[in-house]
């Protein structure tokens, strides 16, 4: 079964700093979708960013970029000059097919 | 565009009442699914429709969960009757076409709280 491990439970960030939330997925899959959604206190899921496996070059969305090593089955994400609003829940999520697997979150703090 | 809807936002019951949650889903897309959203964890999907299709449910307790999607648009689910482990955020999400090209979008989610 795929399974989705964000190993960081909290992060904080300086504002106007970078920070990276890292994310490890198990597949035996080789042509699947990874994304990074954002949920902040009023619960909406909201899509940051997706990758798709069978292409090299990481995504980026203005602030936000992915470093994607297929091999090393990674998939993190990178936040530049974070901003009060970046602070909530981030879950990275796998898609193969019609199966979404979510991690089990990271929290992201926001230091003015 | 309208986002996904979803109501109620909150609801409390105490334990062995039923309970219904809502949900609109973006105009014109035709998959719908139902997640289940623990405290501290990520959504589990319960139940994926295709139109009024239920095409996913493996993962629905179907003893006192239930769902309907009439006329493929609308969906309701139901609990009956609720358990006090049932307290959780009920998320309803859509996508155009159920592919794994599409991006699912998401409602604010039901927070349900068993008493």
């Known amino acids: 079964a795929q399974t989705v491990t964000q190993s960081q439970p909290e992060m904080s960030v300086q504002e106007a700093e970078t920070v990276t939330l890292s994310c490890t997925y198990d597949t035996s899959e080789s042509d699947y979708y990874l994304f990074w959604y954002k949920q902040p206190p009023s619960r909406q899921m909201i899509l940051v960013i997706r990758?798709?496996?069978?292409?090299?070059q990481n995504a980026t969305e203005n602030r936000f970029s992915v470093n994607f090593q297929k091999a090393a089955k990674s998939f993190s994400l990178k936040i530049s000059d974070s901003q009060l609003g970046d602070a909530a829940m981030y879950f990275c999520a796998y898609r193969w097919g019609n199966d979404m697997r979510f991690g089990a979150g990271t929290r992201l703090t926001v230091k003015p | 565009e309208a986002g996904v809807v979803q109501s109620p936002r909150y609801k409390i019951i105490e334990k062995k009442q039923p309970v219904a949650f809502w949900c609109n889903p973006i105009s014109g897309h035709n998959t719908l699914y139902w997640y289940l959203q623990n405290l501290g964890q990520g959504p589990e999907l319960l139940i994926r429709y295709e139109n009024e299709e239920a095409v996913d449910d493996s993962q629905l307790p179907k003893d006192r969960f239930s769902a309907e999607r009439l006329k493929g648009v609308d969906s309701t689910l139901k609990i009956q009757p609720a358990e006090l482990g049932d307290s959780a955020v009920y998320l309803c999400?859509?996508?155009?076409?159920?592919?794994?090209?599409?991006?699912?979008?998401f409602g604010p989610g039901t927070r349900l709280t068993v008493l």
């Open positions: 999400a859509s996508s155009s076409a159920g592919l794994s090209t599409d991006t699912q979008y």
């Open positions: 990758q798709e496996a069978y292409k090299q």
